[in-house]
T-cell receptor, first 117, second 115 residues
Framework: GAGVSQSPSNKVTEKGKDVELRCDPI?????LYWYRQSLGQGLEFLIY????????KSGLPSDRFSAERTGGSVSTLTIQRTQQEDSAVYLC???????????????FGPGTRLTVT | AQSVTQLDSHVSVSEGTPVLLRCNYS??????LFWYVQHPNKGLQLLLK??????LVKGINGFEAEFKKSETSFHLTKPSAHMSDAAEYFC?????????????FGSGTKLNVKP
């Protein structure tokens, strides 16, 4: 079946502009995650959705970052007034509803490469 | 609290020789553990996972990992490296009993395979 998809695959924007990144999870995956991967770095957790609610948004680096999810499916990550330090690959992952011990793995999309000039 | 330490940021092996990528975790609960691989400019792909069944876990592409609770380790191995194994590898631990929807990533190990 179809995997996690993200769009756009690449985005170049000018400093100060707003951007929206989209994630389409696997059908039936109620949990959805956003991560950021800066050049040469590991994955930085941003936010987690269960259905349409975000019980954990502790990783959002500033109030310029926000995310929403509608219909328990598509999610949008918005970055306002982009800065050069926002340049990174933004990865989305989805998984089946969690069970004790986190049995179900995450499935990752290909990412959106954001470049702020 | 949960955390993951990947002991080597870079590992270099010759093609045909064994691979060992080390991972130690800390967890206040019996965790689930995962290894992911990321090839250049690609997303992350699951190699294998441990979820409290067999302690020796076999994954794709000939990789396997052994869960050792006494050593809090989950090292990734492969008997014979192939050029296509060159990539970055991430060890991941799931959250605790009341936060099992959260995942903690190691900083990654870049594997170089020499011809």
């Amino acid at each position: 079946g179809a995997g996690v998809s993200q769009s756009p695959s690449n985005k170049v924007t000018e400093k100060g502009k707003d951007v929206e990144l989209r994630c389409d999870p696997i059908s039936g995956h109620t949990a959805l995650y956003w991560y950021r991967q800066s050049l040469g770095q590991g994955l930085e957790f941003l936010i987690y959705f269960q259905g349409n609610s975000a019980p954990d948004k502790s990783g959002l680096p500033s109030d310029r970052f926000s995310a929403e999810r509608t219909g328990g499916s598509v999610s949008t990550l918005t970055i306002q007034r982009t800065q050069q330090e926002d340049s990174a690959v933004y990865l989305c992952a989805s998984r089946l509803p969690g069970l004790a011990g986190g049995l179900h793995e995450q499935y990752f999309g290909p990412g959106t490469r954001l470049t702020v000039t | 609290a949960q955390s993951v330490t990947q002991l080597d940021s870079h590992v270099s092996v010759s093609e045909g020789t064994p691979v060992l990528l080390r991972c130690n975790y800390s967890s206040s609960y019996s965790p689930s553990l995962f290894w992911y691989v990321q090839h250049p400019n690609k997303g992350l792909q699951l190699l294998l996972k441990y979820t409290s069944a067999a302690t020796l876990v076999k994954g794709i592409n000939g990789f396997e990992a052994e869960f050792k609770k006494s050593e809090t380790s989950f090292h990734l191995t492969k008997p014979s490296a192939h050029m296509s194994d060159a990539a970055e590898y991430f060890c991941v631990v799931s959250g605790a009993l009341y936060n099992f929807n959260k995942f903690y990533f190691g900083s990654g190990t870049k594997l170089n395979v020499k011809p």
